[in-house]
């Protein structure tokens, strides 16, 4: 087994670690989620540092490590920099990362996943302002799909009815829909968002993976999305408070 190896992957994280260095978590094609040391990356003058921007694509040559990998290298493949451009768009970034960070366990590569999350910043550093929200909404089923969180939008959760007219009632904890005709207690109703019948249709071609919707998305599905993420976390991720404010800021037609 080669004491160093090369991977592909988006910078999630970096924290301080001891002296001059910093500890980064990488999301990797090769190698799934990585923590590695980037020794010197704090210094001024550091070669690698610059490279290693959160939220770029880097190219990383990594040594083995018994306790940590570190880093004996790294070149910026895309550079963070049109995500710095507005702050909407740094904050998604901002968010998924902690979302992914929190969701991925370290190791375990998944093709489909790095497609998908590769895509996502790829898209993100490109789509045009207005579209970030409705993006940001389609990239957070579909990663929580591809973890296998899938919401059940189908038929009505109460009465088996296909949801198909009318407006249905999105019920984030278990992740299920109610037909509006349905009775439900007050406790089956925290977080509730009722959503359009396009809104639900928008959601299932989002899953089955349709392009979102060109335009915007509306206010109740993107906080169904998010409702329905938050619903599964082990603990808050502190960035998910700014992107409600984002969102309410904003007026959703
Ligand atoms: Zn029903």
Not at 100 to 118: A, C, N, Q, S
Not at 165 to 172: I, K, N, Q, S, T
Not at 188 to 214: F, K, M, N, Y
């Amino acid at each position: 087994m080669s004491s160093t190896y090369h991977v592909r992957g988006i910078v999630l994280r970096r924290e301080t670690w001891r002296d001059a260095a910093r500890m980064y978590t990488v999301y990797t094609r090769e190698a799934g989620k990585l923590l590695a040391v980037g020794r010197g990356t704090r210094k001024v003058l550091s070669k690698l540092g610059p490279h290693l921007e959160p939220y770029g694509l880097v190219d990383l040559h990594v040594a083995r490590g018994r306790r940590t990998e570190t880093l004996c290298g790294a070149i910026m493949v895309r550079p963070p920099d049109p995500l710095a451009s507005d702050d909407r768009r740094y904050l998604a970034a901002a968010f998924t990362a902690e979302m992914i960070d929190h969701f991925v366990k370290t190791g375990d590569p998944d093709p489909e996943l790095w497609r998908l999350i590769e895509a996502w910043f790829a898209d993100l550093a490109s789509v045009p302002r207005e579209r970030v929200d409705a993006r940001l909404s389609a990239f957070v089923w579909r990663f929580m799909a591809r973890l296998g969180y899938r919401p059940k939008l189908d038929a009505c959760s109460e009465c088996g009815r296909p949801i198909r007219f009318g407006e249905a009632r999105f019920l984030p904890v278990p992740g299920t829909a109610s037909c509006g005709a349905c009775v439900l207690d007050e406790r089956a109703l925290v977080g509730c968002e009722t959503l359009t019948q396009r809104s639900v249709e928008a959601i299932c071609r989002t899953l089955d993976g349709a392009a979102p919707a060109p335009s915007s998305v509306e206010g109740a599905a993107f906080a169904s999305a998010l409702s329905f993420m938050e619903a599964r976390l082990d603990r808050p991720l502190s960035s998910l408070p700014l992107v409600r404010a984002m969102m309410k800021a904003e007026s959703y037609a």
